[in-house]
């Protein structure tokens, strides 16, 4: 069996755990993210193997581009397949599922109606398949690549048709759900490309009639990824939570020289850095080669931050990706006094209550909480010439526009750099700083 040696970054955030792989000439080559947990170890696991997955598809990619005849059939074939491949992780997750929550439902707690509750439980585990099919069908469009967000969804609307307010209670089926969703996200089954490959391959080849005269040539291709061994030979950790990552504290750097980094090898003209996230916000100067001059952040409060535009979406019931487009639908901005998420509600009814606008408010609320990050970025050094946001914030279009009108209106023209990427520049940092380390020690 073939190996190729690799290089890890992983960025564990207050919200999201990202992963960057790396092979020996610095390109990236996988990327994963997945929901953060309590539980930091599960999620660096899960992660690293969400972004083994990526890297065999690359790949996958990679080496059918080398072969004339499937060169041009790359594009379509690998859609197909990768759209497979999720839908057997998703539905090998659905099994487990089902099973921990059948075990959380035969609990003493629920013996005297263990047998009724089994079977709205199963009635429930079919239609979850059922409309998992949906979900991975020829053009279907899923609201989250998220498996707890899939399966939550599904399950909380099959359990509204069959909780029974005088028998088995909705409550009591999502403390089922809950119970058991924990489990199975805490279960971290590795090597997900070789077990899950094959079937997709089959069924993409399904899909694909036209294709069969290059079935043995896509069968040789997926099999040498599928056995080709990645070994690392190094691994660095960042983040909100990098003193839970199981490393050695040697590989374990901090969030700022990390972003610095991974800013500086997306945009190498780049000196300053700004990064909102679900916890903190960092303005970061760095100098040409992506070492850090100094910074800044808000280390008291998440005030500003993901988290706070997450608690603004749940106040007014709408998903996080609805914030940007609606309030960049504003005519008028209101003056926002605080961006406390403390006292974010209160003053959120009170000016719905007062007639605003919903989009006005929200037009507000990003420009406050923009304001709040040009003070942290005065206060480490300015803007230069050319800078660069990241962070989960950087796809908020309302948060980008906001801050291209201060910039202009504060610093003049300036170059803003936005990576579709950017959520993975401080695990990309990562990744270099653990290349840069075995090659130092080479």
């Not at 598809?57 to 379509?76: D, H, I, Y």
């Not at 931050?305 to 749940?314: K, N, Q, W």
């Given at each position: 069996m073939t190996s190729m040696n690799v290089f890890i970054g992983i960025d564990l955030g207050s919200t999201t755990t990202k992963a960057v792989v790396l092979d020996a000439n610095e390109q990236i080559i996988g990327r994963g993210i997945t929901?953060?947990?309590?539980?930091?170890?599960?999620?660096?696991?899960?992660?690293?193997?969400?972004?083994?997955?990526?890297?065999?598809?690359?790949?996958?990619?990679?080496?059918?581009?080398?072969?004339?005849?499937?060169?041009?059939?790359?594009?379509?074939?690998?859609?197909?397949?990768?759209?497979?491949?999720?839908?057997?992780?998703?539905?090998?997750?659905?099994?487990?599922?089902?099973?921990?929550?059948?075990?959380?439902?035969?609990?003493?707690?629920?013996?005297p109606y263990a047998a009724e509750l089994n079977r709205i439980i199963g009635e429930i585990a079919d239609g979850m398949e059922l409309v998992a099919h949906a979900h991975f069908a020829e053009g279907a469009t899923r609201k989250s690549d998220f498996f707890r967000d899939l399966a939550a969804g599904d399950f909380m609307h099959l359990a509204e048709q069959r909780g029974d307010p005088k028998g088995i209670t909705f409550e009591t089926l999502c403390s089922i759900f809950d119970s058991a969703i924990l489990i199975v996200e805490n279960s971290v089954c590795g090597e997900a490309f070789q077990r899950h490959a094959a079937p997709a391959l089959e069924s993409a080849l399904g899909e694909l009639p036209e294709l069969g005269p290059h079935a043995s040539a896509l069968r040789d291709v997926v099999e040498a990824v599928r056995t080709l061994g990645l070994v690392e030979h190094g691994t660095v950790g960042t983040g909100y939570g990098r003193a839970r990552l199981p490393f050695p504290k040697e590989q374990i750097r901090s969030e700022i020289l990390c972003h610095g980094l991974g800013a500086h090898a997306m945009f190498p003209n780049t000196r300053t850095v700004l990064d909102i996230g679900g916890q903190d916000t960092k303005a970061i100067q760095v100098d040409p080669d992506g070492i850090?001059?100094?910074?800044?952040?808000?280390?008291?409060?998440?005030?500003?931050?993901?988290?706070?535009?997450?608690?603004?979406?749940?106040?007014?019931?709408?998903?996080?990706?609805?914030?940007?487009?609606?309030?960049?639908?504003?005519?008028?901005?209101?003056?926002?006094?605080?961006?406390?998420?403390?006292f974010a509600g209160a003053e959120l009814r009170d000016r719905l209550a007062l007639g605003q606008s919903r989009e006005d408010i929200l037009a507000g609320l990003h420009r406050a909480i923009i304001l709040r990050a040009m003070s942290l970025l005065a206060r480490s050094g300015g803007i230069a010439d050319e800078f660069t946001f990241t962070g989960g914030v950087a796809r908020n279009p309302a948060a980008v526009q906001a801050l291209q009108d201060l910039v202009g209106e504060n610093y003049g023209a300036r170059t803003l750099n936005i990576s579709h990427d950017s959520i993975y520049t401080g695990a990309l940092g990562a990744a270099l700083f653990a290349l840069r380390a075995e090659r130092g020690n080479a």
């Open positions: 929901n953060s947990r309590s539980n930091y170890d599960v999620a660096a696991a899960v992660v690293r193997e969400e972004a083994f997955v990526s890297t065999r598809f690359r790949l996958t990619e990679e080496r059918m581009g080398a072969r004339p005849g499937l060169q041009a059939l790359a594009p379509r074939f690998l859609a197909v397949l990768q759209r497979n491949f999720r839908k057997q992780q998703h539905f090998d997750m659905l099994g487990r599922l089902r099973a921990s929550m059948h075990d959380s439902a035969s609990m003493p707690r629920h013996r850090v001059t100094s910074f800044h952040m808000n280390d008291r409060c998440a005030a500003g931050c993901g988290r706070y535009l997450g608690y603004i979406a749940d106040e007014m019931n709408l998903g996080l990706h609805e914030l940007g487009p609606l309030a960049q639908q504003s005519t008028c901005k209101v003056k926002i006094n605080s961006t406390c998420t403390v």
